[in-house]
């Protein structure tokens, strides 16, 4: 009977997302998870949208669909701002982005709306990232061959940095200690 936070909305959005992806384009669609945050802050969201773009043009070339289900998911996200701007695209103004209109609408945006897009486009994107993350590498999933193989690598990957991490934290105290 309590109303959600938008916090758990998305998170509740990207699982869901997370969930439908096939196990053939899992591992674009994480990838591409991965990359977008870093490449909205490098290259500005619309430049990591034209990434997105470039990849699902090669995917289509291959067949496969993980960057596409990446980019729809983005487009699927319920973003205010975006939707107003769709009549511009040619679409109905009630309609939703896909992910052939996402970039488009976000080039057409003022700057005002484009800041603001930007920063719910990074928190959706953080929760489509945790959630790749978790589902993917999750034992269900591992129960395949080519699955297993990639889960619990990626999985050690991911224990082997943690432990880098735990090191290094460790050797800066003991610098900084004795000093």
């Known amino acids: 009977m309590s109303a959600r936070s938008r916090d758990q909305e998305r998170a509740v959005y990207a699982y869901a997302r997370a969930a439908e992806v096939l196990p053939a384009g899992r591992d674009a669609y994480k990838a591409a ?13 619309s430049g990591a949208l034209a990434v997105l773009e470039r990849e699902r043009e090669r995917e289509r ?3 496969l669909s993980g960057v596409g289900d990446y980019l729809d998911a983005l487009a699927g996200s319920g973003i205010t701002g975006i939707i ?5 695209a040619g679409a109905a103004e009630d309609a939703e982005p896909t992910a052939a209109t996402l970039p488009y609408l976000v080039r057409a945006l003022e700057t005002a709306e484009y800041v603001l897009i930007t920063r719910e486009l990074l928190r959706v994107a953080t929760w489509l990232k945790r959630a790749a993350e978790a589902t993917f590498n999750a034992p269900e999933n591992g129960a395949s061959g080519a699955g297993g193989d990639d889960g619990s690598g990626g999985a050690g990957g991911d224990h082997a940095n943690g432990a880098d991490r735990a090191g290094g934290a460790g050797g800066a105290g003991g610098r900084t200690g004795g000093r």
């Open 33 to 45: 998870a991965r990359g977008f945050g870093a490449n909205v802050m490098r290259l500005g969201l």
């Open 61 to 63: 070339d291959q067949h």
């Open 84 to 88: 107003g701007n769709a009549g511009d």
